[in-house]
């Protein structure tokens, strides 16, 4: 790992540029790092701890804190079952949030109980069957990040269960309608440039556009059950759709959106797969296409969605996101936790 002073930087010189040995991670299987980010957490020094992952491709990695002032690492390996651990940040509340590069998939790992929680992404827009979860960033109680292969820019919100992805525009065919976004950075005032790596180009998401969504949903519930045991009975979750043009019914302080009408498709996902698709479990919505302008400017949208489980369904603690999807230009989600017995 490599670090530098900028204070003793000279141009055209080495001076100022260190490196610290991993002697002490020999014993550790590591082919791979990923970025580094600096503590979050309020009760740390900030400039003390150092995080970043090492990945043992194709199966599985570890996540690596380094600090500055006692010069030790600290290794935290993740099961098989985590995935590929890439990119890292520390929230305010001193948990981790980690990317699946393999998958659909992000994550929590809390390192004093080593718990593990992931979410999925919405569907991806484009060819691609995952959406690769690469670069993230941790702003204002937000998770963003971006989705190399679901080509968008997306943020999740832990304190409303609230995921929005930004879709880019750029698509390239050759690429399977994406234009692989990798790296972003957040300025002062919110809007977020990001890199178009396979296009050649800079993209940006505009501060003053990000609250500009056309719609937002309510669901019935934070939590279900299934029993893998019982495959005619499922559960079902109520659904209100709401315009932001509601002035009267709008829980939410988003703009009005300026397009009129346009395209509204529903999805769900799960992070009981890796691909984010339902395994062993079937989804109906009461309606899953329809208009913008079929949702009133007076009252929700209300539409269910059914969950049943399959023959051989496996028990376990899994999330599900269920998406609404406008002109495959914005996707807001709701994501709730569903429990496998």
Same mark, same amino acid.
């Given at each position: 790992?490599?670090?530098?002073?900028?204070?003793?930087?000279?141009?055209?010189?080495?001076?100022?540029?260190?490196?610290?040995?991993?002697?002490?991670?020999?014993?550790?299987?590591?082919?791979?790092?990923?970025?580094?980010?600096?503590?979050?957490?309020?009760?740390?020094?900030?400039?003390?701890?150092?995080?970043?992952?090492?990945?043992?491709?194709?199966?599985?990695?570890?996540?690596?804190?380094?600090?500055?002032?006692?010069?030790?690492? /600290? !290794?935290? $390996? %993740?099961?098989?079952?985590?995935?590929?651990?890439?990119? =890292? @940040?520390?929230?305010?509340?001193?948990?981790?949030?980690?990317?699946?590069?393999?998958?659909?998939?992000?994550?929590?790992?809390?390192?004093?109980?080593?718990?593990?929680?992931?979410?999925?992404?919405?569907?991806?827009?484009?060819?691609?069957?995952?959406?690769?979860?690469?670069?993230?960033?941790?702003?204002?109680?937000?998770?963003?990040?971006?989705?190399?292969?679901?080509?968008?820019?997306?943020?999740?919100?832990?304190?409303?269960?609230?995921?929005?992805?930004?879709?880019?525009?750029?698509?390239?065919?050759?690429?399977?309608?994406?234009?692989?976004?990798?790296?972003?950075?957040?300025?002062?005032?919110?809007?977020?440039?990001?890199?178009?790596?396979?296009?050649?180009?800079?993209?940006?998401?505009?501060?003053?556009?990000?609250?500009?969504?056309?719609?937002?949903?309510?669901?019935?519930? /934070? !939590?279900? $059950? %299934?029993?893998?045991?019982?495959?005619?009975?499922?559960? =079902? @979750?109520?659904?209100?759709?709401?315009?932001?043009?509601?002035?009267?019914?709008?829980?939410?302080?988003?703009?009005?959106?300026?397009?009129?009408?346009?395209?509204?498709?529903?999805?769900?996902?799960?992070?009981?797969?890796?691909?984010?698709?339902?395994?062993?479990?079937?989804?109906?919505?009461?309606?899953?296409?329809?208009?913008?302008?079929?949702?009133?400017?007076?009252?929700?949208?209300?539409?269910?969605?059914?969950?049943?489980?399959?023959?051989?369904?496996?028990?376990?603690?899994?999330?599900?996101?269920?998406?609404?999807?406008?002109?495959?230009?914005?996707?807001?989600?709701?994501?709730?936790?569903?429990?496998?017995?």
């Amino acid at each position: 790992m490599v670090y530098y002073t900028p204070h003793l930087v000279e141009n055209n010189t080495s001076k100022g540029i260190s490196e610290y040995e991993f002697e002490d991670l020999l014993q550790h299987k590591i082919t791979s790092m990923g970025p580094v980010s600096i503590s979050n957490d309020d009760t740390n020094d900030k400039n003390d701890i150092v995080w970043f992952s090492a990945v043992d491709y194709p199966y599985n990695g570890s996540i690596i804190n380094y600090n500055t002032t006692s010069k030790k690492f /600290n !290794v935290f $390996e %993740l099961s098989k079952e985590a995935g590929i651990p890439i990119s =890292i @940040i520390e929230d305010d509340r001193g948990i981790l949030w980690i990317n699946d590069h393999a998958t659909s998939i992000f994550f929590t790992f809390n390192t004093n109980t080593n718990q593990i929680k992931k979410y999925s992404t919405s569907l991806p827009s484009t060819r691609i069957t995952s959406s690769l979860p690469y670069f993230n960033e941790y702003r204002d109680g937000k998770l963003w990040f971006n989705e190399h292969e679901g080509n968008a820019i997306g943020y999740f919100d832990p304190k409303s269960d609230t995921m929005v992805e930004y879709h880019i525009p750029t698509r390239s065919k050759i690429w399977g309608n994406t234009s692989n976004p990798l790296k972003f950075a957040i300025d002062h005032r919110g809007s977020i440039y990001f890199t178009e790596w396979t296009e050649n180009k800079i993209g940006i998401l505009k501060s003053n556009s990000i609250n500009k969504i056309p719609l937002f949903m309510n669901v019935s519930e /934070n !939590v279900i $059950e %299934l029993n893998s045991k019982k495959e005619d009975k499922g559960e =079902i @979750i109520h659904i209100s759709l709401y315009n932001t043009k509601m002035n009267n019914y709008s829980k939410t302080d988003l703009p009005k959106f300026e397009v009129d009408d346009g395209k509204v498709e529903m999805f769900v996902s799960s992070s009981i797969s890796k691909s984010g698709q339902l395994w062993n479990i079937t989804s109906n919505f009461s309606n899953d296409k329809f208009l913008l302008s079929d949702i009133s400017s007076d009252i929700p949208y209300n539409l269910t969605l059914e969950i049943k489980p399959e023959k051989n369904l496996i028990p376990g603690n899994y999330t599900l996101t269920v998406s609404a999807r406008y002109e495959n230009t914005i996707t807001y989600s709701k994501i709730i936790d569903m429990i496998i017995l």
